[in-house]
């Protein structure tokens, strides 16, 4: 990570560190209310909130951590099964995050990755949760399932990052930065990078230059194209579904949006959804923030 101290896009959060079966992760806490979970994805950290943080911190008390390899968070050991790098290991883990915290009962909007952790939670510890919102993404089954030459184009980081180590972390590491900037460039509507805040880039490539959280990115890939598909395989085959209520939201030029419609596919994983596709991209939390917040908060404020 840079030297220089990076900007503080949360002045009015405390700052901690809490120690969890994945190590110490870092968080920011702050707002005032029942407990909200913020959990970002890749190639990103805890700072893609930003700019929804300080509406929602009226109403909640926000817990915002960067995710285990990501940020500022401990870095686990990669391993041949991926296992510290499951979504179910991540999701324990920060369920230990919001019991050291004194929430033993909270709500959880996750994008990208951690949205992926979101619902894994919901499937893995129901009792913690009171309702759960994913942002852009379908089931890893489903992603998975539909790989046909359309999609795998859309996304081949998908294979791309789940080759053994160290190939494509290696390749990733010999020009990061322009990698970074491509990725969070081409999965915006726009093509561009005019929706990251300055500040906020700063953030992901201080982490994004560290050639052992770029190999943890990638493990966490690697995951998804393992262990994370045996859990999800497993829920289906049992007929597991989510008793949580589910929202869930999907960039109408984003990613979960292709072929068939997200909120058919949520409703085959959870048994009370709702949902619908908001402007922009992917990151809809900063291409779209004032649609976003339109959408979460009366999910997130109506009684479970």
Known sequence: MSEAPLPDLFPDFETRHIETRSGSLFCRVGGQGQPLLLVHGYPQTHAMWHKVAPELAKRFTLVIPDLPGYGRSSIPPLSDDHAAYSKRAVADALVDLMLSLGHDRFTLVGHDRGARVSYRMALDHPDRLIKVA?????????????????????????????????????????????????????????????????????????????PDRIAATCEDYRAGATIDLDHDTADVEARHKIDVPLLALWGGAGIAQSGETPLDVWQRWASDVQGCAIGGGHFMAEENPEELLEKLLPFLKKAA
Do not use: C, E, G
């Open 134 to 210: 994913v942002l852009d993404i379908l089931p890893t089954y489903d992603y998975w399932r539909r790989m046909d030459r359309a999609f795998a184009l859309k996304i081949y980081h998908w294979a791309f990052l789940a080759q053994p180590a160290p190939f494509p972390d290696n390749l990733i590491a010999a020009s990061a930065d322009y990698y970074l900037d491509h990725t969070l460039a081409s999965w915006t509507a726009t093509k561009d990078l005019s929706a990251f805040h300055p500040d906020a880039l700063a953030h992901y490539h201080a982490f994004f230059s560290q």
